[in-house]
C-alpha cells in the first residue's frame, strides 16, 4: 500500500514521518511489509487507508486539483473533511486511530457482517425489521447490495428470510465486529471523548455525509454526525444521488482500490468516474484535464 508514493514523492515521505510520530505506529513498516494480518486489524488499516488517500489529496491539492463537492463512505468522510478543509490531515489521521481503536475493542464477538446481492432495499430492511433489533441495515452501497450487521444469532435467523425473499447471494464480510449497528454504541461513546479533543473548522466545501445524505457544513453537526456514523448506516447510494442533484457530473475516487468507482457506476450509469489510487492514475488525470 502506498508504495509508489513513498518511493517517488519526497513530500509524502515526509508526511509519513510526520504521520508516524503523531500516531506513534510503524505505518511504513505495516504498509510496504505487513504483515498482512496485523495491517488489516481495524485500528491499524484505518490509519493506512487514510494516509494513503490524504497522501493523494495533498498532491492534488498542490497542483491546484480540488474538488467541487466531497462525500467520503464510513471512515472515508475523515478524508472528505480534510478536502473540505474543515480537518488537518494529521488531526484527521488521529481521529480514525482512535476511531479504529474504539471499534475494535468494543466489537461483540459473536456479531458481525453481511453483504446482501440481488433484493431491493427496501426487502432487505423488512427481513431486518423482523429481526426486532438484532440486525439492521449498515450499508446502502449500491442499488442491489445492501450490507447487514447485528449479533451472530440474528444473523443466522434473518439469513434464510433473505434467501427466501430472492436474494442472489449473501457473502460473509472479513470483519471483527457489526459495525454502523446499535452494537457499536460503546465505541461511539469512547470515540466522542477523543474526536472533541480535535480541532475541527467550517467546511469550507460543501460535503454530503452518509448519516442523512445531506450537506453540512457547521462543524457542530459535523461532529455529532461523525460520532453517529459508529452506529447509523452508511447511506451511499443517496448520498451519490444527492451529488448528482447538487450538479456533479464527475465522480473521482481517491485512495486504494476501486471499491466507490463500481458503486458510483452502479448508482449512475453512464456518469463520469476516475479512480486516483496512485502516482500513475493520478498524473494521467490530471494530464486529461488539462489538456
Known sequence: MARDLLEGDPGSRDFLREAEDRLDLPLRRLMLNGPEAELQATENAQAA????????????????????????????????????????????????????????????????????????????????EASEGEVVVANYNAPGQV??????????????????????????????GAFHSPLMARAARVFATAWEKLPL??????????????????????????????TGPVRWTQSIQRLQQLGADTYIEVGPRRTLTGLVKKILPGAVVHNVEDLTSMNTLLETNHA
Open 201 to 230: 473548522g467550517v467546511l469550507r466545501r460543501p460535503q454530503v455525509f452518509n448519516a442523512d445524505a445531506r450537506v453540512h457544513q457547521d462543524p457542530l453537526e459535523v461532529r455529532r454526525l461523525m460520532v453517529g456514523q459508529l
Open 49 to 128: 487507508i487514510l494516509f494513503h488517500s490524504v497522501a493523494l489529496l495533498r498532491l492534488m491539492s498542490a497542483r491546484e486539483f480540488r474538488p467541487a463537492m466531497v462525500a467520503g463512505h464510513s471512515m472515508g468522510e475523515f478524508a472528505g473533511l480534510v478536502a473540505a478543509d474543515a480537518l488537518d490531515p494529521l488531526d484527521a489521521l488521529a481521529a480514525v486511530r482512535a476511531r479504529g481503536a474504539a471499534m475494535s475493542a468494543a466489537a461483540p464477538m459473536a456479531s458481525g457482517m453481511i453483504a446482501v446481492l440481488g433484493l431491493p432495499d427496501d426487502a432487505v430492511e423488512r427481513a431486518c
Open 147 to 176: 450490507v447487514i450487521s447485528g449479533s451472530e444469532a440474528g444473523l443466522t435467523a434473518v439469513s434464510p428470510r433473505l434467501a427466501a425473499a430472492g436474494a442472489k447471494r449473501l457473502v460473509r464480510l472479513p470483519v471483527s
